[in-house]
């Protein structure tokens, strides 16, 4: 769904469930607007003989509802889904795995689940998970940006931007605020970066807004800031986390948590 940043081979996570849909249908929508190449990928454990066959039958099913849109059905046997969807990306050359919420979770909310827990903490391409009963709105209207002062967040805001400005969506870079927190300080860092988001594209002003979320914890402070039909939720990688992998924060891992919008999270030093 972003341009420069993700995008030009999306890796669905097929499962046979709803989490698995909504995957894929946020994975087609992805490929929609960059362009990119859809690969279907499903991993099936290795002790079981019939397990193979299986797999083959659910990736045949998941491609009967692209409508023709083409896509490469790839199965892969692994002894865990995460790793398996991580060793596939690898193998296929994918940028992006998209991956569901588990079922027994919140509607409109993320379930993290092993899977993607294994991957939100050592993937080396960018993550995007699906809230549970999600469906992708015609358009991205906007694209919003976690912000904090670290080198990190700067590359997101940059990228962010180039894609807000090629796919003729607003840019919004936000800094979550608890009580403590000094928030004059914060305000500065968000003006700070509105003007790193204008030298990285041609946006206008009107194009790129920043807004402190405040609240007494994550979910307080992420609701509100509001949130439209049409939002990504972008977030760097924590800097515990190696070169080129997620490794995704404590407080981004709350936020995406509470998040109502699909969650990308980019690798440390992602290009």
Request: proline share 6%; with cysteine; glycine share 10%.
């Amino acid at each position: 769904m972003l341009a420069y940043m993700i995008g030009e081979h999306v890796l669905a996570g097929y499962t046979p469930d709803a989490g698995g849909q909504e995957a894929l249908a946020l994975a087609r929508a992805v490929v929609a607007l960059t362009g990119g190449r859809l690969t279907i990928g499903h991993v099936h454990p290795p002790d079981r003989p019939a397990a193979a066959g299986e797999s083959l039958t659910l990736l045949e099913q998941a491609a009967a509802r692209l409508d023709g849109e083409p896509a490469e059905l790839v199965s892969h046997e692994g002894r865990g889904v995460g790793r398996g969807l991580s060793t596939l990306a690898s193998r296929v050359g994918a940028d992006l795995i998209v991956i569901g919420s588990p079922p027994g979770g919140a509607h409109h909310r993320i379930a993290v689940g092993t899977a993607a827990d294994h991957l939100l903490h050592s993937a080396t391409e960018a993550v995007m998970v699906t809230p549970a009963g999600y469906a992708p709105p015609e358009r991205l209207e906007r694209i919003t940006v976690m912000y904090v002062d670290r080198p990190q967040c700067e590359e997101a805001v940059m990228r962010a931007a180039v894609a807000a400005h090629m796919l003729g969506a607003t840019l919004r870079l936000v800094t979550l605020a608890m009580p403590g927190d000094p928030a004059g300080r914060l305000r500065d860092d968000l003006a700070l970066a509105i003007r790193l988001a204008l030298d990285s594209a041609p946006l206008t002003a009107e194009d790129v807004t920043a807004e402190l979320g405040e609240g007494d914890d994550v979910a307080g402070a992420l609701a509100d800031l509001g949130w439209v039909a049409g939002d990504l939720l972008v977030c760097a990688s924590s800097e515990d986390a190696a070169a080129h992998r997620v490794f995704i924060g404590e407080v981004a891992l709350k936020a995406l948590r509470a998040a109502s919008c699909p969650v990308a999270v980019l690798p440390r030093g992602y290009s």
